[in-house]
Structures are given as structure tokens and as C-alpha cells.
């Protein structure tokens, strides 16, 4: 009889009715999910590597308190554990769950390093863990947190754990090749970069992990490989568009939803996605955005910040990104439909696509 | 008949003659087998991370032209495949190829990110990767290494690889907390360190990735979980003579043999091994020795240089690192006898780890 509920429920994949915040009861199921697997994987590290860990997923204080837990949306375990039961039910779903939980470790391993490459201080609220354990140790939680990642999927006993290994071992050499060409972009003048090299740079520093973890899904579901390939290009196209947004949020964006100031990577000069529409639009305000990003943001000068985001925002900037992501989220529905035609089954992910872009309303 | 011929090997392993110099051959067939094997691996990397994974095995110059290489003595790779032919004969040994490599890659994955953390600039007589790369670029590609490390372990079909993944992404583990512990002990003051401390991360920065190495080789071999651990125990503690052997290199080596100049180590004050049991030892000359090490080295005070290392040998450091390193390969011999009772068998083996100690005379 059990058997029998759990194959009628792999029928009806998707199929318990979910209100309108449907991304957000997603993604609280995912999180509840992925929580113990990740906290049992994290409690097995030596402590010295575990104070880190705990510390960076916001589980503990720096002095080793207990902290309320503030360890992110869970967008890429949702993927995973969403992508699964589209794809292969209910059954799918729970096998995903160290897939889920490996996804995730991937994801703030590669926090940890980028925070210290980038030189970032803040993160979710919060000190970024190099300022409070200094470099060496987060380069060696992050390494840790990889390995854990990595050793997760290789303890696994599903059949689909190699492959899944194999495909998220990949997509960390493309993180890393984004995060490289991310920082190299960072070095050269306003006007050295072209819109294909920085929409290239995120889609290997965003999108590969989202479409990862959406194939990682997929394959849990015992999916084909066309299958597995569409979810990939799905999470791609709605990890761009989150990328496109975050820049725009990055600019425009409200802090206290955020955890950064407004306009900080104008102050910090970055070359996000509207930055780079806008210096390559040919316009007069692109000249003078080139002018203002010349020179470094003189502490405090409110009045020029506003003008910086005004000339990003007359050069067009803005609204390439928003057409842009409405683009990319277009062609990520349709890989989606392609691999799971009955809406009903499609519906969690959709939800999640659409939760990625609603984040500018 | 080759099959006849494959299963006469496997009865008989390690049974081809090898003159005097055994551990030398071993070394350059592991070099032969593993090379191919990294190469590949390493050129399956975009750009970016290519470039400097080919520059950090010396495979290329720092401007990107061709370079004669020298990725070091394979001494990791070896023990994988020695072990595997040691316990599964020939054939075995060829199948543990990409475990081979694996292991490599890991072990030069830890090395870019401890020359950074470590600031140090010199590596197998060339600038370390950081110095030419710049810190950014030095954590990505050790990054990559890591994930083409486990991402080739997850490609091999072999029914070995799973667990074998999943033993080396525990070991990377241990890897991150002995680097921690090295960091966090060279912080401290010079009498602040017990010789347990020391013993402990040591074996967790060295024996740990040996032991590894050897446990792969017998998992590859079919091995036994009992020969699997007996393996892992040899190869520890192999790994323990052979840092002792290296501390002690560092403090009155040859320079033209080892790529670090004379006394290296006490001029960084480094509290390896012999020094901590100088350090501890209640003599008068370590109270000496610690007041030498409270203040950072004179540059170019050779006659100190002179003193402290006199100070080291006089306090019973040297000596005591030369016995705990003979003691250690007696244990390591135990280990390797009840895995692997034929002397003939465990011959490679033996060569390997004598050849570890060698290294002083």
C-alpha cells in the first residue's frame, strides 16, 4: 500500500496544490530539506574548519555562539529538489537530497573564496568570514566545504551519483574560469570590454551552477540525457537573468533587502551587465559614465553616485538589462517546456524562474 | 594467451627484477603513467586555469612557452600504483591510473594555496605561481585542481572509484585542517607548542594525503578493509619519516637539492618538527632557542643562522628527528608486512618508503 501512494504520487508530480507564494513555500521546503544534510555534513569537519563553516552559513557568532541562521535563499538546492520531482516525483525528489545539500556547499565555497578575492566585507548582513578568521582560513574552509561537496555525491549509493560528481566537478573548473575572467575584466579600463565578454563571464559565474543544479536534479530523476541537457540550459537562462538583476539591484536596488548600499558596485566601479551595456551604447551618457568610472568614487560624494547611476541609466543600461532578463527568462521557459510538457509538473520550477526576476518589483 | 600471461603477473607482483636503484625506477614509471593522465586533465581546463595549472607543474614558462618540466618526483602517484600492483598485481595497477593522478592533483591543489597563505615565493626552484599569477588567480587554479581531482575519480567506471572519491575528499579535509593547524601554530609564541601538537599536524598535512595514496592503490586492488586501512597506516606513517626527514632538510639540507636555501625554515622561524622538540626539550639550549626565535631573523646574520641551527642540534632536535623518523618506518614496515606478507610482493613499497628516508644521506 505505501508502495503503491509513492507511485501514485510519481505520477502526479507536482500535483499538491500551493498558493500564490508558491516560489516561497518552495523554497522553505527546501531549505528544511537541505538543512540537516548540510548540517551533518558541516558538524563532521574538524572543528578548527567547522568554527568557519558554521560561522559563514550564519549558524553560529564569530565567538561560537549560537546565531539565529540567516544561510540564504536556497535558490540552487530548490533547483535541485524541484528539477528532481518535475522530472521523477516525489521518490526523485527525496533522493536528491545530497545532491541538493553538494550543490549548496558548492555555492559558499565558491562565496568564501570570491569574498576574499574581491575584497568584499559584507555578506548576508554580515562580516564576510575573512575579515573575522582572516584569508588563510577561508581559502581552507572553502577548500573544505568543496571536498565535502564532492565527497557527499561520492558516499552516495544512487546510481546517479557518479555522473552527478562528474558534471559538478565541471561546473566548479567554470566557476572558477568566471571568476577569473571576472576579476581580469575588473583590471581593464571602462572601455576594454566588450557586452559579449561580460554576458560569457556570467554565464559561467551564475548560470553554471544554477543549470547544474537543475540537471543534478534531472539526473536524479533517471532522466535522458536530452532531458538532463534542457534543465541545464533552462537553469543557464534563469541563472542569467538573476545575474541581470542582482546588477540591477547591485545599482538601484534597496538595501535592507539586499545587505549592500546602494549603488556599491558603482562605488566599488564594477563592470556588472548594465555597466557594460551602457559604456558599450555609443551614447553621450556613455562617455560620461567612461569619465566618471575613470577615476575612483571620492568617498562620500553622494551627488556623484547619483549621476553615475543616472548616465548608466540614460545610456540605456537599465533597460537592456531588464529586456534582457525578460529574454533570457523567455528562452529558459521554453528549454523547460521542451523537457517537461505538463504544466502542472513544470509548475515549482516556473515558480522559482519567476521568483528570480520578481525580485526587481 | 595475454590473458594467460595478465593473470601469470597478477599471481606474481612486483616479481620483475630491479636493480639497486628501485625506487628511482619506480618513481619514473609512475612519472610515465601519471603524466599522460594529468596532462590530459589539466588540458581539459579552459584557458585561463590551463595556463597556470601548465606553469605550476613547469610544464610551461610564465609567458606560456613550452618548458622542459618538472612537476616533481611523483612519489604520491607511486604509492598508488605500487600499492595497487602490490596487492592486485599489473593489472591493477593500470587500472588505478586516474587515482594516480587524482592524487597529484590534489597534492599540487594544496600546494598553490599554501604558497599563498604561506607568502612563500619558491617552489621546485622556480617563483610560485602566486608571485607570477598574482593570490587571485593562485586560488582559482588550486580550485580547479581540486575539482578535476574528484571530477576524475567520478568519470572512472571502476566499481574502486566511489570510494575512493569519497576517502580522498576526506582526506582533502584533513589536508585543510593541518594547513590550519601549521598557520595557527606558527602565530604562536616559540614556547607555546607541545611536540604532540606538532606530531598530530603533521600527520595530518603529510601522512594524511600519503596514507591516502596507498589506501587508493589497495581499493583499486580489490584490497580488504582491513588492508585498505593497514595501507592507509603505512603510508602515514611513511609520511611522518618522510616530513621529519624534510624538516630536517629544511634546517641543514642542500640547497641544489632541495630548491630552498640552507636554514630556510629557521630564518621564516618555523617551528617544525626538530625545532619544537628543541623547543621542548628542557635543555639549555633550548631556553637559547627560544630566545633566538622571540625575534625575527636579521637578514643576512649568517653567523646567527649558524647559532640557532647549532642551538636546534645542542637542545637534541636533530637527533630526536632522525630516531622518530626510523621509528616511524619500523611502524610503517609492521603495517605494510601484515597487508602484504610476500617480500617480493611489497617489495615496491619498501623501496618507496626507504627511499623517503634516504633522502638525508
Keep these: 500500500m505505501a508502495e503503491f501512494m509513492t507511485e501514485e504520487k510519481q505520477r502526479t508530480p507536482g500535483a499538491q496544490p500551493l498558493d500564490g507564494h508558491e516560489a516561497a513555500v518552495i523554497l522553505e521546503r527546501a ?27 550564519g549558524w553560529e557568532h564569530a565567538d561560537g555562539t549560537p546565531a539565529a541562521g540567516n544561510a540564504g535563499k536556497a535558490i540552487r538546492p530548490a533547483l535541485v529538489l524541484t528539477a528532481a520531482a518535475a522530472l521523477g516525483g516525489p521518490g526523485a525528489r527525496e533522493a536528491a537530497g545530497r545532491a541538493a545539500a553538494a550543490v549548496e556547499l558548492v555555492h559558499n565555497f565558491t562565496l568564501l573564496h570570491d569574498d576574499v578575492m574581491d575584497r568584499d566585507t559584507t555578506r548576508r548582513h554580515r562580516p564576510t568570514a575573512w575579515t573575522v578568521f582572516g584569508d588563510a582560513d577561508a581559502i581552507l574552509a572553502g577548500d573544505a566545504l568543496q571536498a565535502l561537496a564532492l565527497g557527499l555525491l561520492a558516499e552516495d549509493l544512487h546510481p546517479a551519483s557518479g555522473p552527478a560528481a562528474a558534471r559538478l566537478a565541471a561546473c566548479v573548473v567554470e566557476l572558477c574560469a568566471g571568476q577569473h575572467a571576472d576579476t581580469e575584466m575588473e583590471r581593464r579600463g571602462p572601455g576594454e570590454i566588450t557586452l559579449d565578454e561580460a554576458l560569457t563571464m556570467a554565464e559561467a559565474k551564475t548560470g553554471a ?15 535522458s540525457d536530452e532531458d538532463v541537457e534542457a534543465l541545464d540550459a533552462f537553469g543557464r537562462e534563469a541563472g542569467l537573468a538573476f545575474q541581470l538583476i542582482d546588477d540591477v539591484i547591485g545599482i538601484w536596488g534597496d538595501p535592507s533587502r539586499t545587505g549592500k548600499p546602494v549603488g556599491a558596485d558603482l562605488v566599488a566601479r564594477k563592470k556588472s551587465l548594465p555597466v557594460v551595456a551602457a559604456l558599450t551604447s555609443g551614447t553621450p551618457a556613455a562617455a560620461e559614465l567612461a569619465e566618471l568610472y575613470e577615476v575612483p568614487y571620492g568617498k562620500g560624494d553622494e551627488e556623484q553616485l547619483v549621476r553615475t547611476a543616472l548616465a548608466v541609466e540614460r545610456a540605456g543600461g537599465r533597460d537592456w538589462a531588464q529586456v534582457q532578463a525578460a529574454d533570457r527568462m523567455a528562452r529558459a521557459m521554453q528549454k523547460l517546456a521542451r523537457a517537461v510538457p505538463d504544466p502542472e509538473a513544470a509548475g515549482g520550477l516556473l515558480a522559482l524562474a519567476e521568483f528570480v526576476t520578481r525580485r526587481t518589483s
Tied chains: 1, 2.
Design 31 to 57: 531549505r528544511a530539506s537541505v538543512d540537516p544534510e548540510l548540517r551533518a555534513a558541516i558538524d563532521s569537519l574538524p572543528g578548527s574548519m567547522r568554527r568557519i563553516a558554521l560561522y559563514h552559513f
Design 209 to 223: 551552477l544554477l543549470g547544474c543544479a537543475c540537471a543534478l536534479g534531472a539526473l536524479y530523476a533517471g532522466a
